[in-house]
């Protein structure tokens, strides 16, 4: 970091680090929402949609899809907009760039792309993990990106898997290897300015099917073994958000049906919470994979997730897509919030963890 950023950060971070009795609640709302969105270029209706949402306070972040990339220089033109629409509170400008298949940045657009976590394990050191991760990391913080969605904490202990396994993104299936490695992508994202988010909680390496297609029961599957890398990256400090999956097992269960991890109380404020100690940012795993929107309505889902203890609702916005989707799931909080004293707290609570961390933004 140059010295003038270095004293830029250090203006900020006191008026980032405690705003909250300047935020009205419905403003603290906002930031627990992040979308995704239609276009590829500053001009397009979605951004613009996206750009007067950010401006409102109705939104805390967004997400982009390869099909949001028509080149660099566009990307870097719609991230500045996005930063300039919220300037006191920088929005979280996020995707999911692991290498390998998971990329939103390719070499179509001139991006250097680098292999699959298995890959990079397979033929590298940590140290040398991470100087490969350092320079992506550089080159998506120059994009104006705050936050890639990574690394992988699942343990590849199912061969079959159809998410994890199937695309080489776990690094091992030997929990201490996996952290790490994770740890490596941590600390080279962290040095690019970049904020990271452990995926997916509580482990999705063994499960038998895919989540974004429909439900996924991993009580015979799953182990302990697979909260490891979370215990161990959260006892270090290594954790700056965790992303939680949509995974049903039935010994976590609330009496509350088959409800998925991201909606409930037992994983989060439970296990993620208590019994791993993580006060920092809960995330989503995206909200209109078919493990949710195939059993539960918008206003279940936000309701519940917040109620489970999730901080930032994450909706990719591709299943129905609808450039007023940040307006609904706030109303839907604020409508809950009104009738009900123990959720605003919630939302105030998620509040203060997102901008502690957005204070850490570059």
């Known amino acids: 970091m140059s010295v003038l950023r270095l004293l830029c950060a250090l203006i900020v971070l006191p008026f980032l680090a405690q705003p909250a009795a300047a935020a009205t609640l419905e403003e603290m709302a906002g930031q627990m929402i992040l979308v995704g969105f239609e276009g590829d270029a500053p001009a397009d209706a979605g951004v613009k949609a996206v750009v007067s949402d950010l401006e409102a306070g109705r939104l805390g972040g967004v997400m982009y899809l390869k099909k949001n990339v028509s080149s660099l220089q566009t990307v870097r033109e719609m991230n500045g907009i996005f930063r300039a629409a919220s300037p006191d509170l920088p929005p979280f400008i996020t995707l999911d760039q692991e290498g390998g298949a998971v990329e939103r940045l390719t070499r179509d657009v001139g991006f250097t792309e680098i292999p699959n976590a298995e890959t990079v394990a397979a033929n590298n050191t940590p140290e040398q993990a991470e100087a490969i991760y350092a320079r992506m990391a550089e080159s ?82 799953w182990s302990p073994d697979e909260l490891e890398p979370y215990r161990v990256l959260i006892a270090e400090d290594m954790a700056d958000m965790v992303m939680v999956g949509h995974l049903y097992h039935a010994d976590y269960a609330n009496g509350d049906g088959e409800t998925p991890s991201s909606l409930s109380s037992r994983w989060i404020d439970g296990v993620l919470r208590d019994e791993l100690g993580f006060d920092g940012v809960v995330i989503s795993d995206d909200l209109e ?74």
């Open 140 to 221: 998506i913080a120059e994009q104006g990106f705050s936050v890639n969605f990574g690394p992988v904490a699942d343990l590849n202990t199912n061969p079959e898997n159809q998410i994890i396994a199937r695309f080489g993104r776990a690094f091992s299936a030997d929990p201490m290897v996996v952290i790490d490695y994770d740890a490596a992508f941590v600390r080279a994202h962290r040095a690019a300015g970049l904020v990271t988010a452990l995926k997916h909680f509580p482990g999705h390496g063994s499960s038998t099917a895919d989540s974004h297609e429909g439900f996924v029961d991993i009580t015979r599957s």
């Open 289 to 362: 994979m078919g493990a949710i929107r195939e059993h539960f309505s918008l206003e279940d889902t936000v309701v519940k997730a917040v109620r489970a203890g999730m901080d930032i609702l994450l909706f990719s916005n591709t299943a129905d897509y609808r450039p007023g989707l940040a307006r609904e799931v706030l109303d839907i909080l604020m409508s809950e919030a009104a009738s009900d004293q123990a959720f605003a707290d919630r939302i105030e609570d998620s509040y203060r963890r997102i901008v502690a961390l957005k204070a850490r933004v570059q």
